[in-house]
């Protein structure tokens, strides 16, 4: 059985830090481009970052030179490190791991940035 769990996710001050993890198990995590959606209520999901099998990184404009997503293979997990938050970035995140066809989602976890 395939499972992504999130963590990490909470209330912050404009301006602060929060690290998200994405933990899977039930896949062979090195093979997985590994991608961090969030969606805002009354917004459409929308890609915030993307880290390929070979370790390439992209970025949604929005958070460029601001949130960093990475990879650990060894521990079967990504993370989405985020820097000098803004109230916009608030949000639900979702973890989402692509193999070819295959498509699998994480549960979401709330970040909300606000004074």
């Known amino acids: 059985q395939v499972q992504l769990v999130e963590s990490g996710g909470g209330l912050v001050q404009p301006g602060g830090s929060l690290r998200l993890s994405c933990a899977a198990s039930?896949?062979?995590?090195?093979?997985?481009?590994m991608n961090w959606y969030r969606q805002a209520p009354g917004k459409q999901r929308e890609l915030v970052a993307l880290?390929?099998?070979?370790?390439?990184?992209t970025y949604a404009d929005s958070v460029k030179g601001r949130f960093t997503i990475s990879r650990d293979n060894a521990k079967n997990t990504a993370y989405l490190q985020m820097n000098n938050l803004k109230p916009e970035d608030t949000a639900i995140y979702y973890c989402?791991?692509?193999?070819?066809?295959?498509?699998?989602w994480g549960q979401g976890t709330q970040v909300t940035v606000s004074s």
């Open positions: 989402n791991a692509n193999f070819t066809i295959r498509s699998y």
């Open positions: 039930g896949i062979i995590f090195r093979l997985y481009a």
């Open positions: 880290i390929t099998s070979g370790g390439t990184t």
